[in-house]
């Protein structure tokens, strides 16, 4: 099993562009969650969904968009890039909530210039 | 809101020192308690974990013991190696159906030769 995999790894970004990170997973897991870590900030939410078809807002969803056509994938978009987007975004999954482990990919590194 | 407190890093131990990296939560209900561990360039994994009061995790040598009464989750291991080194988060998950995790700061812990 391979897990929770992200594409891309690294990606550097213009102001204003767009683009879309996409997350998936091989555990037939219902819950996935798109988190942002920062220095000094821990990870936060930014969208999360519990099952095929659904999604909603975390913690800090403003510039974001996501979509879960699909159970083992969920896509995260940025339709309009800005520096403050600059982050390291981790994509993570679970079968259960509230008590279950969460499993992280691997990460992908952003920068908006 | 509920939140998750760690304390300020980073921690720097000899080989074979007591490690203590404290946790404190504030949160609504009885939310399950967690660490999670972030090596060099990798994704999160999950360390342990405690899903009602007094219980405690344990793996590889780390224990943390869900203290209700002083809402703290403090992470202990009684002889850190240098392959220990990577940033420790404390989390919480909310109470509920969705799985969201709120996370701590993080605490970098360099252990040295």
């Known amino acids: 099993n391979a897990g929770v995999t992200q594409t891309p790894k690294f990606r550097v970004l213009k102001t204003g562009q767009s683009m879309t990170l996409l997350c998936a997973q091989d555990m037939n897991h219902e819950y996935m969650y798109w988190y942002r870590q920062d220095p000094g900030m821990g990870l936060r939410l930014i969208h999360y969904?519990?099952?095929?078809?659904?999604?909603a807002k975390g913690e800090v969803p403003d510039g974001y968009n996501v979509s879960r056509l699909k159970k083992q994938n969920f896509l995260l978009g940025l339709e309009s890039a800005a520096p403050s987007q600059t982050s390291v975004y981790f994509c993570a999954s679970s079968q259960l909530p509230s008590t279950d482990t969460q499993y992280f990919g691997p990460g992908t590194r952003l920068t908006v210039l | 809101g509920d939140s998750v407190t760690q304390m300020e890093g980073p921690v720097t131990l000899s080989e074979e020192a007591f490690l203590t990296i404290n946790c404190t939560y504030t949160?609504?209900?009885?939310?399950?308690l967690f660490w999670y561990v972030q090596y060099p360039g990798e994704g999160l994994q999950l360390l342990l974990k405690a899903t009602k009061a007094d219980d405690k995790g344990s793996n590889k040598g780390f224990e943390a013991t869900y203290r209700k009464e002083t809402t703290s989750f403090h992470l202990e291991k009684g002889s850190v190696q240098v392959s220990d080194s990577a940033v420790y988060f404390c989390?919480?998950?909310?109470?509920?159906?969705?799985?969201?995790?709120?996370f701590g700061q993080g605490t970098t812990l360099q252990v040295k030769p």
């Open positions: 989390a919480l998950s909310v109470p509920g159906n969705t799985g969201k995790l709120i």
């Open positions: 949160a609504t209900g009885y939310p399950s």
């Open positions: 969904s519990v099952g095929e078809g659904t999604t």
